[in-house]
Every structure is written in structure tokens, then in C-alpha cells.
């Protein structure tokens, strides 16, 4: 039979995708290690002070060069980013946890309470996310602890409406009706029926808002509101770099480059869960 | 009055793509068109007929590729052109409606624009300059509240004058080929005998060389005069409407026409239906012979060998190694 | 479609008087001790309280919400703690800078966003969109403070193709808008505009950069996911091109979830203009922010607060209003 053959590159290009689908795992392995044994990959302590050294460019010892106080840089990027990714998923799974608890029961209980839930919802919604991170965290008092608060608080309302919106579509299906008719109570019927339907959409969101949450942490770190010296945050770091843009280069640009693959990594995990989710939806 | 040949499909072969295979969907089929008549290509769901049409005018989806053939029109050969001498035919010299009038139009546009576009494109005309034309051309294809219809969005209309309005669009710019894909499937009976009678018209008004695809063997009887029958994607018979209806020899075109409604009916005669089902595109790939082998009762040893020739009278071929006998 | 519209406004103000109140907790009731900040660290306990008093930090809660609402409502933002000066007016003066930056940033990245998704959606799967692609997810995982330091650094400093603070290297031209572009050009001073012009460049392309991805990202998948539609058949067999089908025909439909992120996204473009504000030196609100945070001024913080996210509101409030007109589905309802 005369039919076209299916092209080489394209089968290549199947063969090679299919080998790439688990990478992102080791991505995530990768991360775990830098964020659990930080000195694997920086012996240098990033507290140490070392006069004789300060702004030196990048040299065998110090591979990323030192800052002001001579302190080796790239120990305090390792050890910066193990607390921006430590940190932005902490904020990012509280911010799920409550803000799925919150949409969940609006959806499930409708009627004021779910009207009252939305309204406030809207009104978190209504601030540019940055502003109101700065307005809160200025309000509580810099630290690291009140960006927490701070992010947790801007982030919640986006998982709320989501939940919500799912939690609207998912009760009409029997199997709520059921539960119901079995005398389970609400916040039982959200964790144990609704949940496991909603964590695939969740867990890719979570991902791609961990990336976004590193960015507005280092962001808020960088205005002074995050992390207080001599706390290694690339935040931090970069807004200390700004004093010496001019005669230090790699104070300035190397750290962001860090922020930057944590984030990329946080959109390839991102990417990754969402083409499992589709996968299972065609199933 | 039969003119000269305006369209000759020669040897058709298209296949798609699905599922890591390539499956043909027409095989080597062949036909002429000329002006002044309506050829009727008429098949089961999957039998190719629709895939027929947009390979004619190269419109085949991402999936789908014309493995051999040649489709000539006036002169050229259609799958040989460039991309843009395809496109300064599309809509002007060849016209092609799409199925379902109700979701073919662009829901934000207004009809008036839609119907007046191939002018925009073809003849370099302004929307003011092509508006009246549109107009005219709606109020020929028997709508009667033009203006309204101009300005109104294709929501707001039926499906019948949606349909007039599609074949407006089409006749915009005077084509030489039209071709009609399944015209009358989404529409109620009594507006289908309307829109069918305005298919008539047009092409008599305008000796138009029309191409006509259904699934319905009795309602494109009404206006044809030439029927294709297509099976598996195949060709299995071809001929003058008359012979088709009256003096079928292909047991699936006999099998068609006996298992419809037709006017004629004794009291109590029984409607027999085909057995079996419509081929798996899949199956009919890798099984050599006749399609129609399984639900066939007339099947004899040649049929597992090697599909049929076409032969038969002139003006009158089929494809089958015993067909039917002249009743 | 007129109770759409005003629907639309009654639930801005609404979505207004819960960001007031909110920022009045934020103010009023969640930090410790305002009147401490007032009076100064070695401040002693009689200070605080005639600080308090001064404030009117010592009358009960609901009356100092009236008193917020209303001075707000008269424009009044009360006084700033470090500088003692009225903030209202501080914030007016301060206010054209950050516009002219975030509405040229604005106009480009929608542009940009939107050509690009354009782009990648009709070249499918050609080597351009790949690296439309790449880039995209490259531009949204910067940090963006980050990438104007960058830019700053090797295309201002090393290079010195591009300014590396402020707006102006001349006098102002005379202030209609207080936009330095179109004062300037409105002046005829050609080379004011064009100075201007030289030290917007850099902060609109870090802005730029950090946002046009997803703008790009949606308008693809929204221009695809259009191109199954079945007019989009009729188009081509009535012999459009591929230019025809997708401005003519595809955007008008695909753009409604175009818009509506547009105007979520002003909201980043907001936070981020504060932090390219302060990297360049930028005189506008953000750096006032930043000058407030380093004081903990926070009358000033919450004014500059509730300044922004009125903007915020009133955008996505134009985004509403806009939808009848772009969609004439919506119109019709």
C-alpha cells in the first residue's frame, strides 16, 4: 500500500519524549539535595566574615566571588535559595490548605456564608498581589515570618475561587448526594470525597505559584520587609549588591541567576504535572 | 443542456493519519462534473465522500494527505498549484458550502459582512462598495427581509435562511464549480425540498457545474443528474440518475434505494435494510478485495481477490464482479 | 446591557470600600503601636500618648474608620509620619512618573504579548516558535528587580547605550501632563522627547520582559484553540489568507480571555513598576513607597496602597466595560 511512512524525525522526536517524561523528577531530586545538605555544594560557611577579601571577583575559591563584608557568595546564594524555595512552599501549601478549606465549604454550603467567603475573597483579589504583600508585611513589622503571613495572605483567595469553582461543578455528580444521604458532615465530605478529585489541578498549581511565590519573596526581601541581615536571602543579597553595581558585576548578576533556575525548575515541575493531568483526563 | 467538462477527478487516492497509521479514506476515485449538470456523490458515514470534496479543493486537514491523483479544472491540475493560486480560485472560481449552515458563520460578524467577503478578497472592493451586491445576490436566493438580514448576526436567523445565505456567499463572485457539502442534512424536511429546488435554479440560472454530497440517496434523486455512489471509499457505481433509481446493478446501491422511503410504496411493503454495518476504514485497509464483501449477498470468489473493476455501459459503470440483473 | 454596566460599577465600589476598610485594619488595628513610631524610639510614655492623642490614635475604633473614610473621600491621606508634610499632595506630584512608566509599559507588552502569541499560534510548530517559547518562560522567571539591575549594569553602565537612573538629563518641558513625552513633544522640544524617550527604555524593557510571557502564552492557546472552529473553514474556502483569518476572524473571538488577563495582569505591572521604580531611581510613587518603608511611615505606606489599588480597580473596571464592545455575543445578552 502506497501510504507515507511516518517521517523519521518525528519518530525520533516520540522516542525522545517519552525518555524525557521522568526528568522533572530528578529535577525535584536535585532540589531536595541543595535544600536538605546545602554543604554538599558549599563547604564555605556564608556567615564568615573575611576583611581581607571583600568584593573580589569570582576566582577558584570563591566561585562566585565575595560580597562587602568578604563573605563568600556563592555559599550565601546556595544557602539563600534553600529559604526561598523552602519558604515560598511553605507559603504556597498554606496558602492551598486554606484557601482550599475556604472555597470548599462556600461551594459546598452556598447561601450567605458562601457569599460572605467570596466577598472577602474578592476584596483580597481586588489588591495587586505585591502591593498588598508590602502593605501587610510593612504593617506586622519586617522579618521572615511576617512575609509568610504576608505572601499566605495575598496567595489563599486565588486557590478559593478555584476550589470553589470545582467544588460548584463536582457536588452535582451522585456520589456527594450520596455521602450526604449517609449523614457525613460537610468539612468530611470536602477532605474525603471532593479532595482527591481536586488534587491534580491543585498540586499543578501549587507548582507553578512556588515559582511565583520565590519571585515575590526575593522581591519583598529586596524592599527590606523579608529577611534581616546577616540572614543569607537572594532578596537580600541583590538589594546589597546595588551599593556596589558599578565595581562588582558578579555581586549584581550572578545571585539573580539562582532565583532564576529555582523558578524555571518550579515551571518545569509545573509543566510536567499539568501534561500527566490532560493525559489522565483523555484517559 | 450538458456542457463541456469543467471538473475531472482522475484517481483520487487521500489518507489520514490517525493513531501512529496512515488509513486510506479514497481510493483511486475517478469522476467528471461539467456545466450545467449536478453530480450527486452519495455514501454511507466514512465512505469518503466528504474527504472527495476537500481534497478537490485541497482543504484536507492537518492529518490528511492526497497520496495520488489529479484533479483537473479548467485545464490544471488542482493538487499541482501553488497555495496562493489555490486561494485565488477558492471562493471565486470554485465554491465550496460547508455542513452545518447554523455553525459555519462567525458568530461576531455580521451577514451582511460574511456574505459580502469573497468580493473583499477577489475583487479588491470596500464593504460599502460590496454591500449592494450582497444584498442582491441574498434577495435571488429567496430571502426576503434583506436588509434586516444584512445587519443581523448569525444567531438570529434559521437554518434555512442560513443556509441561502451560505449558498449566496458562495455564488458571490460567479464560480464554475460549486460544491455542496451535505446541504439539506441539518435542516427540517419541508426547508429541505426549499433549499434543493434553489440549488436547482442556481445551477440552471447560472449553468453551473454543481457537486452535491449526502448521505441521502432520495432526497439528491430530486435534483440530480448524475449520481456517485461511494462504499468504503471507494467507487462502487456511477451513472444518469434514471439508471441509478430504475436500473441499479451495484448490491449496495440496490440495497440503498430498497431500504428507503420512496414515494411509490405498495401497501405493506417491507423496507429491508442492509445488513451488517459500514466498514471499519482500518479492516477495509488491509483487506484486499470488495468492501462490501460482508454484508453482500451476492458474493462469489473473485470478490476476495482483488477489488472490482469499473465497467459497465456507457455513462453507466459500476464495480462489482455480479452485479445485480436488470429487474 | 445598561444593568450590566451598572452592575459592573456598583460592584467596583463595593470591591473600593472593602479595600479602605482593609487598609484602615492594616493601619489602625494590626500594628502594635503607631503612636510609638510617631514619637520616636526614646520616646517615654507621656509622649506616646500626646502622640496618640495628636494622631487621634486614642478615640475608638469606629470613629477613626469614619474619620479615614470620609478624609479619603475629600482626598485627604492624612499626614506623613517621618516628613510631617501632607501626603495627598506628595503622592500628586509623584504620580506622573510612575504613569508615564506603567502605561508605556502597558501599551508595549500588550503589543508585544499579543503579536507574539499571534505569531507563535499561526507558525505552529516552526523553530520561531520555540524560541518564542523559550523566551516567554525565561521572561517570566526572572525577578524582575533582578533583571533591571542587570540591564542596568551591562547595558547602561558597561556599555552606556542607555541611561542608569532617573527620567531627565535636562529641564522638565512645561508640565500639561506631566508625562516628559508628550510635554516635550507638545513643547516641540525634540530633544527633550527623545531624552525622555532614551530613560524609559530601559525600566519598560525590564517590565516588559518579566510580563509579556503570559499575555503571550494565552493569546496562543486562545488563537488555536479558536482555529477549530468551523468558520474558520467557511473563511478559507471563500479564499482568505491565513492574515485575513486570523486578524479578521480568529482574534475578535479568541480575544475575550486575552483581555480579561490583560487586565489582571496590570496588577504585577503595579507591584512590579515599585521595584523598577526603586532600581532606577524612578521619581515616582513606588520610590515614595520605598522611601516610606525605610521609615515606616504608614500613613504614607497605606495612601500609596490605596492609590495603587485604585488604579487596579478602575482598570479592571475599564476591562468589564470594554467586553460589549469587542464581543458583540455579549452585547446582544
Known sequence: MAAPALGRVEARRIELGRAMRWWPLLLIAVWVVIIALPGLIAPQNPLTLNLANTLAPPSGSNFFGTDEAGRDLWSRCVWGVRYSLGISIVIVVSAAVIGTLIGGLAGLLRGPIDTLLMRTTDVFLAFPYLILAIAIASAVGPGLTTVVVALTAVWWPGY?????????????????????AAGTSTPMILIRHLLPHLLPQLSARVSMDVGYAVLAL????????????????????????????LVAWWYTTLPGLFVLAAVLSAMVVNDWLEGRNKGELSR | MIGTTVCAVDGLTVAYHSGGEWLQAVREVSFEVCSGEILAIVGETGSGKSTTATAMIRMLPRNGRVVSGRVSFDGRDLLAL????????????IAYVPQQPMSAFNPT???????????????????????????????????????????????????????????????????????????TSALDVTIQRQILSLIKEVQVGYHLAVVLISHDLTVVSQVADRILVLYGGRAAEIGPTLDITTRSRHPYTRGLLRSTLTGTLEHKAKLTSLAGYPPNPLEVDREPGCPFRPRCHREIAECAVAFPPLEGEPGHLWACYDPEPVS | MIYYLLRRLVGAVAVLF?????????????????????????????????????LGLDRPVWEQYVTYISGLARGDFGISYAS???????ILTYL????ELVVYSFIVYAVLGVGLGLVWAWRGNRPESWIIRLFSMLGTALPVFWFAMVLQLWLGSTLGWFPITGRLDMDPPPTITGFYTIDALAAGNLDAFGNAVWHLALPVTALVIWLFAVATRLTQKSVVEEMQMPYVRTAIAKGAGT?????????????????????????????GTVLVEVVFSWPGIGTYMFNALQTFDFPAIMAVTVVITLGFVIVNLIVDLIYPVVDPRIRLT
Open chain 3, 84 to 90: 510631617r508634610q501632607e501626603i495627598g499632595p506628595a
Open chain 2, 82 to 93: 501553488s497555495t496562493g493560486e489555490m486561494r485565488r480560485l477558492r471562493g471565486q472560481d
Open chain 1, 218 to 245: 526575593t522581591g519583598l526581601s529586596f524592599l527590606g520587609l523579608g529577611a534581616q541581615p546577616p540572614t543569607p536571602e537572594l532578596g537580600a543579597i541583590i538589594a546589597d549588591a546595588r551599593s556596589h553595581l
Open chain 1, 160 to 180: 478559593a475561587r478555584m476550589v470553589r469553582g470545582q467544588v460548584l461543578a463536582l457536588k452535582e455528580l451522585a456520589f456527594v448526594e450520596g455521602a450526604r
Open chain 3, 96 to 99: 506622573p512618573a510612575t504613569l
Open chain 3, 243 to 271: 492574515r485575513r483569518v486570523l486578524l479578521g476572524h480568529v482574534l475578535r473571538n479568541a480575544i475575550n480571555p486575552v483581555i480579561t488577563m490583560l487586565g489582571l495582569q496590570f496588577g504585577w505591572l503595579l507591584g
Open chain 2, 109 to 183: 460578524m455580521t451577514m451582511g459582512r460574511q456574505v459580502a467577503e469573497p468580493l473583499l478578497i477577489h475583487r479588491g472592493m470596500s464593504q460599502s462598495e460590496a454591500a449592494p451586491l450582497a444584498a442582491k445576490r441574498l434577495r435571488e436566493m429567496g430571502i426576503h427581509e434583506v436588509e434586516r438580514v444584512m445587519h443581523a448576526y448569525p444567531h438570529e436567523l434559521s437554518g434555512g435562511m442560513l443556509q441561502r445565505a451560505m449558498i449566496a456567499t458562495a455564488m458571490i463572485c460567479q464560480p464554475k464549480l460549486l460544491i455542496l457539502d451535505e446541504p
Open chain 3, 18 to 54: 472593602g479595600v479602605v476598610t482593609g487598609t484602615f485594619v492594616l493601619s489602625h488595628v494590626v500594628p502594635s503601636c503607631p503612636a510609638c513610631a510617631v514619637a520616636g524610639v526614646r520616646a517615654g510614655p507621656a509622649q506616646i500618648a500626646a502622640a496618640a492623642h495628636s
